[in-house]
């Protein structure tokens, strides 16, 4: 009996451990406030017309988040900063939640994210990814060196059947 080669299946777990190594970035750089992020966070195998790419998936914010966000640029959702403000159960100090959020809407269009400048609180996905090269390559070459070796071995079980 033919044993089955799947690539998705050989690299799932590369992509459990990415998943898991990037939540671990994002937690170390304290972007937890409601874990939204975090929990959406997750890798996955995709077959394409040429072969397989490893895709990473995140709420859409998750990319200020890696890159930071320039000062002038588009402004942040009030509901979002809300939601933020709730989370992290800053105090309106006799202002309204609304206002504090229109406040803190306005530094960020005028500073940027983040912005103390503090740049080891961006790149979650970049660093994560540049740091751990090495060990996404190897297990890349892992899983494809098993795959054809599963392909080939398949190969010649099915010749030698054929010829018996």
């Known amino acids: 009996m033919s044993e089955t080669s799947n690539i998705e299946t050989l690299l799932a777990p590369l992509c459990e451990f990415l998943t898991k190594e990037l939540k671990a970035e994002l937690s170390r750089q304290g972007h937890a406030a409601t874990g939204t992020l975090g929990e959406s966070v997750r890798l996955a195998v995709r077959k394409t017309a040429t072969g397989s790419v490893i895709e990473g998936f995140s709420e859409g914010y998750g990319r200020w988040v890696d890159t930071g966000r320039r000062s002038g640029t588009k402004k942040v959702p009030i509901d979002a900063l809300l939601g933020w403000i709730r ?24 500073h940027g994210i983040p912005t103390s400048g503090d740049k080891a609180k961006t790149a979650w996905i970049t660093r994560t990814l540049s740091d751990k090269h090495q060990v996404i390559k190897s297990e890349i070459e892992k899983a494809v060196h098993d795959f054809y070796d599963i392909v080939l071995n398949n190969i010649i079980r099915d010749v030698k059947g054929s010829m018996t």
């Open 87 to 110: 989370a992290r159960g800053i105090s309106a100090e006799g202002r309204k939640e609304r206002d504090l959020a229109f406040a803190i809407q306005h530094s960020i269009f005028q």
